[in-house]
C-alpha cells in the first residue's frame, strides 16, 4: 500500500474522533503484514486520564481481530472539522504500544495535508523498553 493511502485513511479515521475537550481530532491507520488495515481515533473523556489516542485503539482493534505483526501507522491531525493542518507524532505512551509489537524498522508517517514524513519507531523510541528486556531479568 502507498503511503499516501494510509494517511487517506487516517485522515478519514479523524472524521469519527471524539473531541469535545481538546478540539484537536486524531485519526491512525495501521498496516498490518498481511496487507489489511485496521483505522483507530481519537476518543477524549472528561476525566482525560481515560481519553484513548488513535493510535492505541487502531492497535487494540488489530489485536482484537487476530493481528499482531505490522508494517507502518500513518497518523494525522487537526482541529475539528479542519483539514489536517500540522504533524502530529504519537506521543510516548503509543509509541510503547508501538514498541510491544513492533521492531526498530517499523515507519511511521505523519502527514499535514501537504506532505509525509517517515519515521522508524527505532528513531522516535531509542532504547526502548521491550520484552526482550524482561526476558533477560527472568530467572
Do not use: W
Not at 43 to 56: D, H, K, L
Not at 83 to 93: D, W
Not at 97 to 126: A, K
Request: hydrophobic share 40%; glycine share 10%; aromatic share 8%.
Amino acid at each position: 500500500m502507498k503511503d499516501e493511502e494510509l494517511i487517506r485513511l487516517a485522515d478519514e479515521a479523524r472524521k469519527n474522533a471524539y473531541a469535545p475537550y481538546s478540539g484537536y481530532t486524531v485519526g491512525a491507520a495501521l498496516l498490518a503484514s498481511d496487507g489489511s488495515v485496521t483505522v483507530g481515533c481519537n476518543v477524549e473523556n472528561a476525566s482525560y486520564g481515560a481519553t484513548v489516542c488513535a493510535e492505541r485503539v487502531a492497535f487494540s482493534r488489530a489485536v482484537a481481530d487476530g493481528k499482531h505483526e505490522f508494517l507502518a501507522i500513518a497518523v494525522v491531525g487537526g482541529r475539528c472539522g479542519q483539514p489536517a493542518e500540522t504533524r502530529f507524532h504519537p506521543c510516548g505512551i503509543c509509541r510503547q504500544v508501538m514498541r510491544e509489537f513492533c521492531r526498530d524498522e517499523f515507519r511511521v508517517l505523519v502527514g499535514n495535508g501537504e506532505e509525509i514524513v517517515c519515521h522508524t519507531l527505532g528513531e522516535l523510541l531509542p532504547a526502548g523498553f521491550s520484552s526482550d528486556a524482561m526476558k533477560e531479568t527472568r530467572p
